[in-house]
């Protein structure tokens, strides 16, 4: 029981300790220390705008998905059924797929090294 409880809180203080000691040696003015992040959300919510702003963030995160799913899937659904569009766009759609992803992306991008085939070549 006592692992559930106070191995996280040594991680999480661990993580803070680097976090710390990460922003203090490396000498830069661009990363804030644990304490500054802290005393910045402190700030928000006395001026009253933390709130304000993470309904801004979910609404930009909501519309955003919002599109992609209303193209993506349309557009998607097209190039699968009709091969020359498929041939048509595969090479942009290769490039895009070489940017690099986002270390939280949950699958695997058409460009990230397979070999994408149409279905019916």
């Not at 919510?45 to 955003?64: E, H, N, P």
């Not at 998607?76 to 766009?89: I, P």
């Not at 895009?96 to 994408?116: A, L």
Request: charged share 10%.
């Amino acid at each position: 029981m006592k692992t559930r409880i106070g191995l996280p809180c040594v991680v999480g203080v661990g993580f803070l300790i680097v976090w710390h000691l990460s922003v203090r040696l490396s000498g830069s003015d661009l990363f804030p220390t644990p304490l500054d992040v802290f005393l910045g959300v402190v700030e928000l919510i006395r001026k009253g705008l933390l709130l304000k702003y993470i309904v801004a963030s979910l609404f930009r995160v909501t519309v955003g998905f919002g599109l992609a799913v209303l193209l993506g899937i349309p557009l998607g659904l097209l190039l699968g059924w009709f091969q020359t569009l498929f041939f048509a766009f595969n090479p942009m759609i290769q490039c895009c797929g070489r940017f690099r992803r986002s270390p939280g992306s949950p699958s695997r991008s058409c460009g990230s090294g397979s070999t994408t085939a149409h279905p019916s070549s």
